[in-house]
């Protein structure tokens, strides 16, 4: 047997269950928005495609939804996998996102405000 003792590793810091909670609704919100999108799609080809019951065209505010529920999609799963990688600085990256965030909305505001001008 040998005689050196393994060390802990006590150095790592253990994760606490608010982070993973964190983590989870950051992901969840990201399922949301891909749902949603998968629904809408789904809804717009039975419903124009197959049954021919309505006709449904591209509209600014349609686009505007394609475009917002898309770009949440990928913004919430890339936050999620960098808070994951990355658990020190998560504060940093959830204020980052937000101020993200709302300089997307302001810009897809004014651009779909543009169009239909």
Known sequence: MSKIKKKRTSSLSPISELDLKFEKVVQFSGWIFFLALIGFFGAWFLLDGVLNMIDLEIGPVTFAFIVFTGSNIAISFALASKIKNNRDS?????????IGEFFFCLFAIFTVAAYQW
Do not use: A, M
């Open 90 to 98: 998560k504060k940093k990256l959830f204020l980052d996102w937000l």
